[in-house]
């Protein structure tokens, strides 16, 4: 246990310390370098918190906000909500605890457009939107499993860039376009037909993409 603690925190301090040199590098080896020597990490240690390098880590940043939404959303009596109003709420929290690292986010967008980075993109949005759908009280075990999370990812993906360049005050305009989102999608019932011919070669990929890059995150139907 002594050892796992010592590795989380090598992780959690080279996170953070790479953060501030991802604005000017973006997601690179030179970003992560600087924030080994920042936090005071021999290229050894770095090298035992995230044997992947920047994969690895980029991994780790993407986890680690959705366990922070997900402890947020905890706190709070969601059943009281509408499940759009849930959706919206969770949305909104996962995007406004990255405020602080927006530039980082915005890198991170070029980073996952990489063609080399396509799995970790798909695993990354998966298991942010399994995440969201699992801590609002979803528990479909079918069909709806899938076609709930592929509607929520383009919901998520189109919210997070405009968030991205949002400079509204209190980003007020991104949860306005969000909430446009979310009705959107209630109000198109035939986007279930089309979803779920696209699922047919869509889900398995992105299935295979979550297991090989997770530690469990995500539940499939039966789980």
């Not at 010592?6 to 953070?16: G, M, N, V, Y």
């Not at 918190?49 to 905890?74: I, K, Q, W």
């Not at 801590?135 to 929520?152: P, Q, T, V």
């Amino acid at each position: 246990m002594d050892a796992e603690k010592k590795i989380e925190e090598l992780r959690a301090a080279l996170l953070e310390a790479t953060l501030r040199h991802v604005p000017f590098d973006g997601w690179t080896d030179q970003a992560m370098a600087s924030g080994a020597k920042e936090a005071g990490l021999s290229a050894a240690e770095a090298a035992r918190a995230f044997p992947r390098g920047m994969v690895g880590l980029f991994s780790y940043f993407a986890a680690d906000a959705d366990r922070r939404m997900l402890a947020a959303l905890e706190a709070e009596d969601l059943k009281k909500l509408r499940i759009r109003d849930r959706v919206a709420f969770a949305v909104r929290t996962r995007l406004e605890q990255n405020v602080r690292h927006r530039e980082a986010s915005r890198r991170a967008a070029a980073y996952l457009a990489l063609p080399q980075n396509a799995g970790l993109a798909a695993a990354a949005t998966w298991r942010t939107v399994d995440a969201i759908w699992y801590a609002i009280g979803d528990r479909s075990a079918d069909f709806n499993f899938y076609s709930k999370r592929a509607l929520l990812a383009g919901v998520y993906v189109a919210t997070f860039f405009y968030w991205l360049n949002d400079e509204s005050e209190g980003l007020a305009d991104s949860w306005a376009f969000l909430d446009r989102r979310i009705g959107n999608v209630m109000q198109v019932p035939k986007l279930r037909g089309a979803v779920k011919k696209r699922l047919a070669t869509l889900a398995a990929p992105l299935r295979r993409f979550v297991d090989r890059g997770s530690s469990g995150a995500s539940r499939p139907p039966g789980a």
